[in-house]
């Protein structure tokens, strides 16, 4: 008897929090862009990004999409 071979079905669902270089590939600003919107306080920490204990520095992808649809340039 031969057994039926059924693929798996693997759901990946995205991290909120993400490294610079993915979120830079995900929202088309480069690395060095999103470093100036953080540096210049454009984005704060605990809002658009968060820094982590060993001082990564994670973008929050809610905080950037809530960003983008606020339309804030700076504060």
Sequence with gaps: METEFRPQQIVVT???KVTL???AAMTG????AIEGKI???DWLDGREY???PDGC???DMR???QWV???RASR
Excluded: Q
């Design 14 to 16: 995205p991290a909120r």
């Design 21 to 23: 270089a993915l979120a």
């Design 29 to 32: 600003l480069t690395r060095k």
């Design 39 to 41: 540096a210049r306080g």
């Design 50 to 52: 968060h820094r982590a």
């Design 57 to 59: 520095i994670y973008v």
């Design 63 to 65: 905080g950037y999409e």
């Design 69 to 71: 649809e606020s339309g």
